[in-house]
């Protein structure tokens, strides 16, 4: 069996930082540390005089956008049409009034000045009719004036809007069902937008999340069963499984990020960040010949070979390896159980070698039990 050791932490599908968009002063903080929150909770009051003030104003500016309206929709049509009947009489009088003056200037009576002058007063009526009429289109509902005052209503309404926005902002409240994870403010405190003020930790499953080098990618898969055991619960060890394998390398740490998903129900010693070790079963083999990662030769190569002492000779010989960790390989292929390899540095192949059987301590044959080291085949990280 080959397996990899690394250490990882408990962590929430999910984590947030909560801050505020607005600059004030915080008047309460309703939460602690560890609290559960349902979504929609208050967790931060902010001053909001200021932002009420601004709510009344935009408040009383609407209602009269919406009573200027009103009125033109009303008394200021009603008026419009008393305008035109007016100004429609008053015309009629001065074209009678020029009709007379007409017969009386051909009649030798009347001046013609003062037919010019009867002429001017008809030409002031019609126009002031015009003027009515215009009036009385502008308060009609596709008209000019109650366009505009709609449009000051709109504007008035969204200003409205924008302050309650604004004021709701003050209330600062859990996007979601969480536990309070961090709490970075206090009463009192200026905050500005940007800022973190709490940390949640969204509810979900609990997950681990580990670092794991990038060497060992190649031996994990989504799936793959792990051990899990927290130093402080030495007794208590888990089962967990492959979750997720990042798309991405750490370019600094040359890590990837491995998830693995934990077993329903959790048990309650788990505490968000908590550190954990981790053993996960990369490979499995029923029988296997192992030997030490220092009795390869030429490993860098396309082809790895080993050294033997063979009739008090040292003679080289190819392999195909298998699985492999940092102090361990598996030999798929030129090599028998029982044949004595050279470990460390010795002399060419062709001389004489007399081996010293008594620093032998890897069996090349592993017959899967407990005892046997070369049954487990272990890369440790972090221990």
Do not use: C, H
């Not at 967790?43 to 935009?58: F, K, P, Y």
């Amino acid at each position: 069996m080959r397996t990899l050791q690394f250490s990882a932490r408990v962590a929430t599908a999910s984590r947030v930082e909560v801050g505020s968009t607005l600059t004030g002063r915080v008047l309460q903080v309703v939460v602690t540390e560890g609290a559960q929150v349902k979504g929609g909770d208050v967790l931060v009051r902010l001053g909001s005089d200021e932002l009420q003030a601004a709510l009344a104003q935009n408040q009383a500016s609407e209602r009269q956008a919406a009573a200027r309206l009103a009125g033109l929709r009303s008394t200021g049509r009603s008026a419009a049409q008393a305008g035109v009947a007016q100004a429609e009489s008053v015309l009629v009088a001065a074209q009678a009034e020029l009709q007379r003056t007409q017969d009386l200037v051909a009649q030798g009576f009347l001046s013609q000045a003062r037919l010019d002058e009867v002429r001017r007063t008809v030409a002031v009526a019609q126009a002031q009719l015009d003027s009515a009429r215009a009036q009385r289109a502008a308060n009609a509902e596709p008209g000019t004036d109650v366009a505009q005052a709609q449009a000051q209503l709109a504007l008035a309404s969204a200003a409205r809007a924008a302050a309650e926005a604004r004021l709701g902002e003050a209330v600062i409240a859990a996007p979601a069902d969480a536990r309070v994870l961090a709490r970075m403010v206090e009463p009192g405190q200026i905050v500005q937008p940007g800022r973190a003020l709490l940390s949640l930790a969204l509810a979900g499953p609990l997950q681990l999340v580990a670092q794991v080098d990038e060497r060992y990618l190649e031996q994990l898969q989504p799936g793959q069963q792990a051990s899990v055991l927290a130093d402080a619960y030495p007794t208590q060890r888990l089962t967990a499984r492959v979750l997720s394998i990042a798309p991405v390398v750490d370019a600094q740490r040359g890590a990837i990020e491995v998830k693995f998903s934990l077993p329903q129900p959790l048990p309650s010693f788990l505490r968000e960040d908590m550190t954990v070790s981790v053993e996960v079963e990369t490979a499995r083999r029923e029988r296997a010949l192992v030997v030490p990662v220092d009795a390869l030769r030429g490993v860098e190569s396309a082809d790895a070979s080993v050294w033997l002492a063979r009739d008090g000779r040292v003679e080289a010989r190819k392999v195909r390896l298998g699985l492999r960790t940092l102090d361990a390989a598996e030999i798929l292929d030129g090599l028998g159980a029982g044949e004595l390899v050279l470990i460390g540095p010795s002399p060419r192949p062709g001389l004489r070698v007399r081996a010293d059987t008594r620093a032998t301590v890897w069996p090349l044959a592993g017959k899967g039990t407990k005892d046997d080291p070369g049954s487990a085949m272990t890369n440790a990280m972090g221990r």
